[in-house]
C-alpha cells in the first residue's frame, strides 16, 4: 500500500487505503492496514458516515497518532 504524510499543525497525517471491518465502541472503528489491525478513534460526526459502511469495505483514511493519548485519531473518511 501506498502511504502518503504530511505534517499539519505539528502532527504527521497519515492518508492511506484501508480495510473497513467496523464499529470498535461508539468512539472508535477498527481498520486493516497493509494486513495489520489498527483501532482508530473517531467522532460522532464520523460514526453517522461510517455506520453506512460495510465489514471489508475499502475505504482511504487520513489519521495521525497523537502521542499525548497514545490513540490513532481519524480526521478524514473515504
Same mark, same amino acid.
Given at each position: 500500500?501506498?502511504?502518503?504524510?504530511?505534517?499539519?499543525?505539528?502532527?504527521?497525517?497519515? *492518508?492511506?487505503? +484501508?480495510?473497513? &471491518?467496523?464499529?470498535?465502541?461508539?468512539?472508535? =472503528? %477498527?481498520? #486493516?492496514?497493509?494486513? *495489520?489491525?489498527? +483501532?482508530?478513534? &473517531?467522532?460522532?460526526?464520523?460514526?453517522?458516515? =461510517? %455506520?453506512? #459502511?460495510?465489514?471489508?469495505?475499502?475505504?482511504?483514511?487520513?489519521?495521525?497518532?497523537?502521542?499525548?493519548?497514545?490513540?490513532?485519531?481519524?480526521?478524514?473518511?473515504?
Amino acid at each position: 500500500m501506498t502511504h502518503s504524510w504530511y505534517v499539519d499543525d505539528d502532527e504527521s497525517l497519515i *492518508k492511506t487505503k +484501508a480495510q473497513y &471491518i467496523g464499529l470498535i465502541d461508539s468512539h472508535s =472503528i %477498527e481498520v #486493516f492496514i497493509d494486513s *495489520k489491525p489498527l +483501532a482508530i478513534q &473517531i467522532t460522532e460526526a464520523q460514526r453517522e458516515k =461510517i %455506520e453506512s #459502511f460495510t465489514p471489508n469495505q475499502q475505504i482511504t483514511i487520513s489519521y495521525y497518532y497523537n502521542e499525548l493519548t497514545t490513540q490513532y485519531i481519524l480526521v478524514s473518511i473515504q
